[in-house]
C-alpha cells in the first residue's frame, strides 16, 4: 500500500514544480506582453489567489506524503506551502490595496507597492527553489 502514497506524493510534486514554473516563465510574460497594463494588472490580479492556492495544495500534499518518509523533502515543500500561504493571506490583500491606491493617484502608493511586490517574487522564488530541493532529495535519497 506504500506504492499509492508515492504516486500521490510524486504526482503532487511534479504538479507544483510545472504549475509554478509554467506561471513564472510563460503566464506572467504572456499576460503583460499581450495586455495592456490595466487589463494585465485585472488579470494578474485574477489569477493569483488561484495560483497560490494550487501551490499551497500540491505543495501541502508533497509535504504530507513525505514528511515520515524523507523529512527534509516535507520540509522543502512545507516552505513553499507556507510561503504560497503568507502571499495569499498575507501580501496579496496588501499588494491590491496599495495598487488600487496608486491607481487612485497616491503617489507614495508606488514605493510601498515595489517593495511588496519584490518581497512576493523572492517569497515565490524561495518556494521554487526549495520544492527544486525537494524533488532532488527524493531522487538522490528515495
Same mark, same amino acid.
Given at each position: 500500500m506504500a506504492f499509492i502514497p508515492e504516486i500521490v506524493g510524486q504526482l503532487a510534486s511534479a504538479l507544483l514544480l510545472g504549475g509554478m514554473v509554467f506561471f513564472a516563465a510563460v503566464t506572467a510574460p504572456m499576460v503583460f /506582453? +499581450? $495586455?495592456d497594463a490595466a487589463n494585465a494588472g485585472k488579470l494578474i490580479?485574477? /489569477?493569483f489567489p488561484? %495560483? %497560490? $492556492? %494550487?501551490? /499551497?495544495?500540491?505543495a501541502a500534499i508533497s509535504a504530507g506524503v513525505y514528511v515520515v518518509i524523507l523529512p527534509w523533502a516535507a520540509a522543502g515543500f512545507g516552505l513553499a506551502a507556507l510561503g504560497a500561504l503568507y502571499a495569499r493571506?498575507? $501580501?496579496m490583500p496588501q499588494i491590491n490595496h496599495v495598487c488600487d491606491a496608486m491607481l487612485a493617484g497616491d503617489e507614495n502608493a508606488g514605493v510601498v507597492f515595489n517593495r511588496l511586490h519584490k518581497r512576493s517574487v523572492r517569497i515565490n522564488a524561495v518556494g521554487l527553489l526549495a520544492? #527544486?530541493? =525537494? @524533488? @532532488? +532529495? +527524493? =531522487? #538522490?535519497?528515495?
Open positions: /506582453i +499581450h $495586455l490580479r485574477a /489569477i488561484w %495560483y %497560490y $492556492l %494550487y501551490v /499551497i495544495v500540491t493571506q498575507g $501580501l520544492a #527544486i530541493a =525537494a @524533488v @532532488v +532529495h +527524493h =531522487a #538522490i535519497a528515495g
